[in-house]
């Protein structure tokens, strides 16, 4: 996806509140599934870690089909992390930039909370 600190503002994400509903608008038939944006790719393999680990960090998984976000969910439970189902494509906006979670390392209790 985008990040404008590293890639410069793009204009197919100007005025959109998520650059999701830009990639789901221009792939109308895929089952599209944020997540991992706020965690850096350097920590995915330093920081993942067994089920029932408590310092097991947590990552939002949203989405518009259920079944596409269980399947991403198992993928980030295999690599370590607890999966958080956010819901819908649109509550990837409570993890962009600037948000709690996407500065925070939450465990799956404080993923929740901060989602609810």
Known sequence: MNWPPTDGVHGDFHGESLSSAVIQKQLSTARLVRTINHIGYHELEEEGRPVGDPQRRA???AGDDAEARRLVADVIDRMGYDPVDAGSLVAATQFEPGTAIFEGHLRR?????QLA
């Not at 209790?109 to 909370?113: A, N, V």
């Open 109 to 113: 209790d404080e993923m929740e909370r």
């Open 59 to 61: 990552l939002a998984v």
